[in-house]
């Protein structure tokens, strides 16, 4: 913000710094078969569902997804509300 970014600008840096790794892991693992491979191996830990049901899958998916956006807005927002100069006056 000191250097002219804007309040929209600092949050949208925060939150794709945060969901684009998260995204990226979701997409190589189920796109690599990962998931389907470990399937195997968790279904002795899963009660009542299928450990390759497509549907759980993407409720996990959507499930991780939004927690990380939440969890990168709430300091994004924080971030967007901080002043530049109390910041630069506390370095």
Do not use: H, Y
């Amino acid at each position: 913000m000191a250097l002219g970014a804007t309040r929209a600008d600092v949050r949208s840096l925060i939150i794709k710094s945060v969901v684009r790794p998260v995204a990226i892991g979701i997409v190589a693992g189920m796109g690599m078969g990962m998931a389907w491979w470990l399937a195997t191996f968790l279904q002795a830990f899963v009660f009542e569902v299928d450990a390759r049901d497509p549907w759980t899958s993407g409720i996990v998916a959507a499930l991780l997804l939004g927690s990380a956006l939440v969890a990168a807005w709430l300091p994004a927002r924080r971030a967007a509300r901080t002043d530049p100069a109390a910041v630069l006056r506390a370095l």
